[in-house]
């Protein structure tokens, strides 16, 4: 197995478990970050160039940002007075820990069944503008009313009303 | 002759590869192209700050530095010198990683945008199929370390300035990113080189740069407002202005760190002006056929030169916008005007060669701007200005 | 362990610790955080199989992967903008204290 898919792997896995367990919630929204990055990397590796860029683009650019301003606008960087974690943290812990069992015995046990065949597709970026607009052109105007829709709903949801107490 | 200088830093990469073994040379020249690129800008730079330094004291009717070297030319060298030797100071109550490694990011994600821009005919470092994509990509990646420097050191308002910074920034990537879509629409792919060679034909003598077309012109328009904005220069420069925030999301920063920030933020300006020359001013190609014998490479520095210029300019010359209004202006005007250009280059495109495309494309850009424009005049009763003396 | 076995490891660990982050933590935002851990793995699962399955489609995978982001980023919008209206109205985003329908 490829040195370079080890590292990548380590660091994402790194960077979804900090994000997960740190006090400081800037710090977990910035490992978070860092795991993005880590899972760009690894499309990167899968030869799965737009893919990749589209996450740098959208998850580093966008989705990162946003979860700081939240984190940031709803005063989360203040440490809790009880702890991080809430009072179910062990069941959720074992819930956890049996999904991960689960899959990781399904992956390991299918591997004879799992296709070996590992010529990457090249796909091109035209290839991929012409499907959208021909095959795929339903989900991309469903995708377009969805983002419009969330666009609107998340401005609404979030918008100060007049009269409200601050 | 011509083609040896147009291509002399290509052959002597080749040459210098060829003398080490077959195994690493790979390696070696994609190495060589990363050093040349790390030695190369960052010497533009020194070269910028004299330039902006004394233009703008020329602009503002005072002299600019003159005391290093003649006419200031050592200037750089003492800046150098300063920022190297400062003493580096973090604030106690400042979170001590995060604080160091913010400028980091942004020189290595700026410093990364360079690998996908055409410097010269087969001069650039990667051909990617999906160049402009990953140029976008990493530019959207500095806006993060902007936040990082403002939160971590600890005060307000470092921390506004950089809300400030990170808000500016992502409503101008919108404009940014649909102003160049055009581009990529007519050229049909979204590799740099593919976009370069669409627009190194002549006609008559005259390029065919995307900038001597309707929707073009309007589009490198709003590129230019869009790029002003993204690099946070004036007038778009709140986030660290320097009347009202000190230094904004900078300053805590001190020495080499601020050095840094300071070469990231120019580095920026460097790598948006070469995107710009290569959508819409034709890359490495000559304005006249007949200015061919001029190497390509020389071309293109000259435009990124040109455009820093004009950058320095602006600067100099309009004051600076309030967030309000920088906002506003993004979501309400320019963004709509892009994606009206955006059906003006498909209008261009389906109505084939001829003079009647050019008639009704320029129509209907100047009349929307002329129209949207005098509206907005009367509502906000600008006009020209009367004087009040005293009494 | 084949190449594929490989990142569907990576990506069913990376399922397992976003949903532990979203099942253990108080912050709702952080809840949010573990929601867009568990989006990834299954973005980085589905083109793991595009790149090491068979190809009778050369793009579905890859398809699904980018229209799997697109969505993603607007339920990180509204769903940030939910938890910052319910600050507003309770001042507080521990969700262990959030447990009661009236208002």
């Not at chain 1, 899972?39 to 979860?67: P, R, S, T």
């Not at chain 2, 945008?113 to 990646?141: H, T």
Request: proline letters at 4%.
């Amino acid at each position: 197995m490829n040195v370079v898919f080890w590292i990548l792997a380590v660091i994402t896995v790194f960077g979804g478990l900090t994000a997960v367990t740190l006090k400081n919630t800037v710090h977990c929204a910035l490992a978070l970050t860092v795991a993005f990055a880590g899972l760009a990397l690894l499309f990167l590796q899968l030869d799965a160039q737009f893919a990749g860029f589209a996450q740098i683009l959208v998850y580093i650019g966008a989705v990162a940002i946003l979860v700081v301003f939240a984190i940031l606008l709803t005063r989360g960087s203040e440490t809790p007075s009880e702890g991080v974690f809430s009072h179910t943290w062990f069941s959720g812990l074992l819930i956890a820990a049996a999904v991960f069992a689960v899959l990781a015995w399904a992956v390991l046990n299918s591997t004879a069944a799992l296709p070996h065949v590992s010529s990457a597709p090249t796909v091109s970026v035209q290839q991929i503008g012409s499907a959208l607009m021909g095959r795929y052109v339903l989900p991309l105007e469903i995708v377009a009313l969805l983002l419009t829709a969330a666009m609107l709903g998340a401005v609404m949801v979030a918008l100060h009303e007049k009269g409200e107490q601050k | 002759m011509a083609n040896t200088a147009d291509q002399i830093f290509v052959l002597l990469k080749h040459w210098i590869v060829s003398i080490f073994p077959a195994a690493i040379q790979p390696y070696l020249g994609v190495l060589l192209s990363v050093v040349a690129i790390i030695a190369v800008f960052p010497g533009l730079f020194a070269l910028t700050t004299v330039i902006e330094r004394k233009g703008l004291g020329r602009m503002q009717n005072r002299i600019g530095p003159n005391r290093t070297g003649p006419y200031g030319i050592l200037q750089p060298i003492a800046d150098g010198i300063k920022s190297l030797t400062k003493e580096d100071i973090v604030p106690t109550s400042a979170d001590a990683v995060v604080h160091f490694i913010a400028p980091l990011v942004l020189v290595v994600a700026v410093f990364m945008g360079f690998a996908v821009l055409p410097m010269g005919r087969n001069m650039q470092l990667v051909d990617m199929d999906a160049g402009l994509l990953f140029f976008f990509a990493i530019g959207a990646s500095t806006e993060l370390s902007i936040f990082m420097a403002g939160w971590s050191s600890r005060n307000k308002y470092s921390l506004l300035g950089a809300m400030r910074a990170v808000a500016q920034m992502i409503s101008y990537e919108v404009p940014l990113l649909m102003s160049s879509v055009a581009i990529v629409m007519i050229t049909g792919s979204l590799s740099l080189v593919k976009i370069v060679d669409a627009q190194n034909q002549y006609t008559w003598g005259l390029p065919h740069w995307y900038i001597f077309t309707p929707w073009g012109c309007a589009a490198f328009v709003m590129f230019c407002i869009a790029a002003t904005a993204e690099t946070n220069r004036s007038p778009f420069d709140l986030p660290e202005g320097e009347s009202e925030l000190v230094a904004g999301y900078f300053t805590e920063y001190s020495g080499f760190k601020f050095a840094l920030f300071f070469l990231g933020e120019y580095l920026g300006m460097f790598s948006i002006s070469g995107l710009g020359a290569t959508l819409f001013l034709g890359g490495w190609s000559a304005p006249l056929q007949v200015l061919n014998f001029v190497p390509s490479w020389i071309w293109f520095f000259a435009k990124v030169m040109l455009s820093i210029v004009v950058l320095i300019w602006i600067r100099g010359t309009l004051p600076r916008l309030r967030q309000d209004q920088l906002m506003n202006f993004a979501w309400k005007f320019v963004l709509p005007m892009t994606l009206l250009n955006l059906l003006v280059a498909a209008i261009w495109r389906f109505m084939g060669d001829g003079i009647l495309r050019w008639i009704v494309c320029s129509a209907i850009l100047i009349g929307v701007y002329v129209v949207v424009g005098t509206i907005e005049m009367r509502r906000k009763k600008i006009g020209p200005r009367t004087y009040r003396y005293a009494e | 362990m084949t190449p594929l076995a490989g990142y569907l490891l990576v990506a069913a660990l990376l399922f397992a610790i976003g949903l532990a982050g979203a099942l253990t933590r108080r912050n709702a935002i952080l809840v949010l955080i573990g929601i867009e851990l568990m989006l990834n793995a299954a973005n980085l699962n589905l083109v793991a199989f595009w790149r090491y399955g068979p190809h009778p489609e050369l793009l579905t995978g890859m398809m699904f992967a980018i229209f799997s982001i697109a969505v993603a980023a607007a339920e990180a919008a509204v769903g940030l903008g939910l938890v910052i209206a319910i600050y507003r109205h309770v001042r507080t985003t521990d969700l262990d204290e959030i447990n009661r329908m009236k208002g």
